[in-house]
């Protein structure tokens, strides 16, 4: 592994297109203080102080992708809703392209909305949709992906699958169809619907639970060569190029036909794992495009995804820092 590669192709993720495919959610946070127990049940009454929404599932990709300096375009079917809308508005707040963007009247958009009281979150209420979009909708959208294909000619493309029902098998198999005959590599951040469903792809990213139930081998360990095995039982079943296993505090594995390594996590005060995954796939994806090598792949988006862990809440790392961080741990 050379650290002067890894800090040369940080500086190419600006050149970069990324098509990020996936399920959209809406997070909202309603913050306030409870100070009194309501007179019809036994249950606290929080009084809203504050309403705050936040870009969430394959969304929360596309920021990591900007905040790495390339340039991510979205592609997803939303509900024709409040949080539909609220979606749009905050894409467009940061930039986001919503070419890549549909809404349908037969859904309803992702929503999950936190009541929070001294930053303690009391209850979560999700409102969705997990069934598979209406064939209208699904090929709406393939023939939308197409086109960018063929207008922005990405570098990469990531299916980021929330089990939602915007990814679905018929959708897969055409995009990695197309992406292979126009050789854009195609990275995948799974769960179980369709985790088989990927053969072909570039690099495919699941934790260790997902790789478990994936397999429905409860067995496997965090152990190189059981990580091994699991490959090869992974890729008899669904030949990839190579896959890359987040491990949580046991680092990363990342395994070819060709070679495997297992990277070690850095020693961190562990705040808060939320988003570490949208920023493992989002970093591997631009180190992938950016040419880096395996080692390099699986190193970058090892020490990404614990560094954002350090920090509470769902944040991202840029690319300046990212490189200067980088550039301190290897000088």
Known sequence: MNPQNILKAIDQFKNLKILVIGDVILDAYYSGKVNRISPEAPVSILDIEKKEYRLGGAANVALN?????????????????????????????????????????????????????????????????NDVIADLDRKSLIARIIDLLNSEQPDAIIFEDYDKGVISAVLIQAIISEARKRKIAITVDPKRRNFLSYAGVTLFKPNLK??????????????????????????????????????????????????????????????????????????????????????????????????????????????????NEISKITA
Not at 228 to 257: C, H, K, R, W
Request: hydrophobic share 40%; net charge negative; glycine share 8%.
């Open 210 to 323: 997902e790789l478990r139930d994936g397999l429905n081998q409860q067995d496997i360990s965090s152990d190189p060569e059981s990580l091994y095995q699991a490959y090869n039982f992974l890729n008899d079943a669904m030949p990839t190029e190579m896959v890359l296993f987040t491990l949580s505090g046991n680092g990363m594995f990342i395994a070819s036909e060709k070679e495997s390594h297992h990277i070690e996590a850095h020693q961190r005060n562990i705040a808060d794992v939320s988003g570490a995954g949208d920023t493992v796939i989002s970093v591997a994806t631009c180190a992938l495009a950016s040419g880096l090598g395996m080692h390099e792949i699986a190193y970058i988006s090892n020490f990404a995804g614990g560094w954002v862990c350090q920090y509470p809440g769902v944040v991202s790392i840029d690319a300046r820092t990212l490189k």
């Open 65 to 129: 992708i900007q905040g790495l300096g390339a340039s991510p375009i979205l592609c997803s079917v939303l509900g024709i809703d409040f949080a539909g809308k609220q979606i749009l508005e905050l894409m467009n707040k940061q930039s986001l392209s919503i070419a890549g963007m549909s809404s349908s009247a037969a859904r309803i958009t992702s929503l999950k909305t936190r009541l929070v009281s001294n930053h303690h979150q009391l209850l979560r209420m999700d409102e969705e949709q």
